[in-house]
């Protein structure tokens, strides 16, 4: 218990400083989105120490939760877990990219990108394991609990605006799918009025509605260059690898 205590106490002043970093970073980050979008993820230093991106990526959700941050929510080096009982998007599109991985072989992801979408419950896991201490999990959840079932209960629901998601490993059960065009050439796609291109020729595809229920992925980013409401937002830094299980806890 006491391993624990010490443990939180010393995340949660990790947490406030990147918070304090995040709030004067973030004008300096709105410039630069303004300058043209960017798919992907950035590299990552592989001297970060394991602490600070667990609080960077907390501070993250954090400062988007309070304003702070309107574009470009969160990045990592390694994949991440994220948890949805349902998306709805519309105006979606996706294509293969490269993924741009520090000090290793870069690995071929899928990027997906809605204009707006709207999702039913939020949990994203990620792991680290820091010296001494040993594993850690950082488990955010918002919006209603992400149970497998969907309840839409008054003030729960996500909205995003320009929502961008690279995985390489994504399952879930599509439905309500509209106006799906397959293997049209990646630099061609359109989220409505909006480009989303990728590199010519490259499989790609884009739909007016597209729907994913039970979405479970392994995601190298979230990328948003609009808005979004995290309702009920709890971030929590749990000893132990924590899975989907821990968030309904």
């Not at 574009?71 to 998306?87: E, S």
């Not at 519309?90 to 707006?116: E, P, R």
Request: hydrophobic content about 40%.
């Amino acid at each position: 218990m006491r391993r624990s205590k010490t443990l939180r106490s010393r995340l949660t002043e990790a947490v406030r400083r990147r918070r304090e970093a995040v709030r004067e970073a973030s004008g300096a980050m709105v410039a630069r989105a303004e300058e043209g979008p960017r798919r992907g993820t950035r590299k990552v230093r592989a001297g970060v120490v394991s602490a600070a991106a667990l609080a960077g990526l907390a501070g993250m959700f954090m400062g988007v939760s309070q304003n702070v941050l309107a574009v470009n929510f969160t990045t990592a080096n390694t994949t991440y877990k994220v948890y949805t009982d349902k998306v709805s998007g519309l105006n979606a599109a996706g294509y293969i990219n490269t993924q741009d991985l520090y000090g290793s072989t870069d690995d071929a992801v899928a990027q997906l990108g809605f204009k707006t979408a709207t999702l039913n419950g939020l949990c994203a896991i990620a792991k680290q394991t820091l010296p001494v201490i040993g594993d850690v999990s950082l488990l955010v959840t918002a919006g209603e609990p992400v149970d497998g079932t969907i309840t839409n209960p008054t003030g729960q629901a996500i909205n995003a605006q320009q929502l961008y998601l690279a995985s390489d490993n994504l399952s879930g059960t599509g439905d309500q799918i509209a106006k799906l065009t397959l293997g049209q050439s990646a630099d061609t796609l359109m989220m409505d009025t909006l480009p989303f291109a990728g590199t010519p020729g490259a499989f790609g595809l884009q739909a007016q509605t597209l729907n994913v229920s039970n979405l479970d992925a392994d995601s190298y980013g979230i990328d948003l260059q609009g808005q979004i409401n995290l309702p009920s937002l709890k971030i929590r830094v749990l000893p132990g690898a924590k899975t989907k299980a821990d968030c309904l806890s």
